[in-house]
């Protein structure tokens, strides 16, 4: 049997409408982009913020209307699995998030967008915004040595801090009960032990805070030889989102203070 192609979508008018309505409640400001280059693909690099839904749709925008630049985005499985949901993510560029499909994208030309915190990393719980939660992930480094792209990072705010947690998951996961419904091998693995439990929110409109984005300068991969080489490259860039979170917060401290 042959192996269909991936076909990757970009549905330009469907990208500029789905973002039409962040763009106007968050006023979007753009910091780095003299760091952004269209004419070489990357893989594009990030924190990602809770729910991931109210910023992603931003960025795809923005590099694809502004910058010419079709990203395909590693969406979470549970994306592919929601009824006439799964066909919007496909028609602006999302594929599932495994490595069979982001290797035929890049094997296209085509810029990969990565959140490397996954799914777990917008089910955010009390006392974690803004927290990077890559686990053990490396396979996006791997795959990013295997076809020589760039890592180009950039970094988010604003996202993390439109909702209140009005009921936190991690109630529910101290519970004896919840933890034994969770030993069961089948409810354990399709509930991620608890990974894909959002938390609630105390209210469904979310805060009216201005969101920013900066792009930094692209990290090559070429001195990478060895995984503790992986590891330290890996810690780092870990560290430089983390450093440049920060920054973008002094930044917006002085940018409202205007």
Do not use: C
């Amino acid at each position: 049997m042959t192996q269909k192609t991936l076909h990757i979508q970009h549905n330009s008018k469907l990208i500029r409408l789905i973002s039409m309505l962040q763009r106007y409640y968050f006023k979007p400001t753009f910091l780095g982009t003299e760091n952004i280059v269209a004419n070489k693909p990357a893989m594009y690099v990030a924190n990602h913020t809770i729910y991931g839904v109210l910023d992603s749709p931003i960025i795809i925008d923005y590099l694809y209307n502004q910058h010419n630049i079709a990203v395909v985005s590693m969406a979470d499985h549970m994306h592919f699995h929601v009824p006439v949901w799964k066909e919007v993510v496909k028609r602006v560029g999302g594929v599932d998030g495994v490595q069979e499909y982001a290797r035929e994208a890049m094997q296209q030309g085509y810029s990969i967008l990565v959140f490397p915190g996954g799914g777990r990393e917008v089910i955010k719980r009390k006392g974690e915004a803004y927290q990077l939660m890559w686990k053990q992930r490396y396979g996006f480094l791997k795959l990013a040595q295997e076809f020589n792209y760039d890592i180009a990072p950039f970094v988010a705010l604003g996202g993390d801090e439109v909702f209140d947690l009005g009921f936190d998951v991690n109630v529910l996961l101290k519970q004896k009960w919840f933890k034994k419904l969770l030993s069961n091998p089948k409810i354990g693995s399709f509930l991620r032990q608890g990974d894909v439990i959002p938390s609630i929110p105390s209210h469904i409109i979310p805060k009216r805070i201005p969101f920013y984005f900066n792009f930094l300068p692209r990290r090559s991969v070429e001195n990478i030889k060895t995984m503790d080489d992986m590891v330290i490259f890996r810690d780092e860039l870990q560290q430089l989102l983390y450093t440049e979170i920060e920054f973008l917060k002094q930044y917006r401290g002085q940018d409202l203070a205007k």
